[in-house]
């Protein structure tokens, strides 16, 4: 069970929003699948506030747009007057009366404790034929930096704590995507390389696996409408 109160402090806090170059990249990464899809979106759920990128181009590409934010925590969040903001329960998504073109995610998803109810969820909040793209963590994202922090905790407590929440297998989430009738899921495996503030020469950098989801449901009939 993931401690729901540790979560939402962490998203309370200050995380330089729109700073992060990890969340920058990876968004570029969701802009270019919304660059390939050319019909419409009219409501849109951000699912997790993490960066500007995506809400940025969305404004620009479709002028008319009404965009929700949705976070666990929105105390970092609450000037915001550009979007409507809800704030949620990961686990259990409660958004009334209104459904989605497009819902997005910016490695968010993976902190939920219950990702078949979030997927459930998540098809039941879009459009019969919206569009759901998110980018979670894959199993092999981070691993020597989880592994020297269990090696860390075990010289100074004796024992591991869990740092990391548990990673999705791809072949598991596509079984749910199809269980909860996706029309027609993808899932991408992109690695991207990153040195901060370096070149090319730098000795050190980050490589960050990511799992990217995207769906559609009845796909040839909202193109063949455009």
């Keep these: 069970m993931i401690n729901k109160k540790y979560l939402k402090l962490l998203r309370s806090k200050d995380r330089k929003y729109g700073e992060n170059f990890i969340y920058n990249e990876i968004s570029k990464n969701i802009i270019d699948s919304l660059d390939i899809l050319?019909?419409?979106?009219?409501?849109?759920?951000?699912?997790?506030?993490?960066?500007?990128?995506?809400?940025?181009?969305?404004?620009?590409?479709?002028?008319?747009?009404?965009?929700?934010?949705a976070d666990i925590d929105l105390s970092f969040f609450i000037k915001k007057t550009d979007r409507q903001l809800i704030e949620i329960d990961l686990d259990d998504i409660q958004i009334?009366?209104?459904?989605?073109?497009?819902?997005?995610?910016?490695?968010?998803?993976?902190?939920t404790s219950n990702f078949e109810k979030l997927i459930e969820n998540i098809f039941q909040s879009l459009n019969s034929n919206g569009f759901f793209i998110a980018t979670?963590?894959?199993?092999?994202?981070?691993?020597?930096?989880?592994?020297?922090?269990?090696?860390?905790?075990?010289?100074?407590?004796?024992?591991m704590?869990?740092?990391v929440n548990p990673i999705l297998d791809t072949n598991d989430i596509f079984k749910l995507l199809k269980m909860y009738n996706f029309d027609a899921p993808l899932i991408n495996n992109n690695n991207?390389?990153?040195?901060?503030g370096g070149?090319?020469?730098?000795?050190?950098?980050?490589?960050?696996?990511?799992?990217?989801?995207?769906?559609?449901?009845?796909?040839?009939?909202?193109?063949?409408?455009?």
Excluded: H
């Design 136 to 159: 979670i963590p894959s199993a092999e994202n981070i691993y020597q930096l989880i592994n020297s922090m269990y090696e860390t905790d075990n010289i100074l407590y004796g024992g």
């Design 192 to 196: 991207f390389n990153k040195v901060p």
């Design 38 to 69: 050319k019909v419409p979106f009219n409501n849109i759920l951000e699912l997790g506030i993490n960066d500007k990128l995506i809400i940025n181009y969305l404004k620009e590409r479709f002028p008319t747009c009404s965009i929700t934010s």
């Design 161 to 163: 704590y869990q740092r």
């Design 199 to 226: 070149d090319s020469n730098t000795s050190w950098g980050y490589l960050v696996p990511i799992i990217k989801l995207i769906d559609c449901n009845n796909y040839k009939e909202r193109v063949n409408e455009n």
């Design 96 to 111: 009334k009366d209104k459904k989605f073109d497009l819902i997005y995610s910016n490695f968010f998803c993976q902190l």
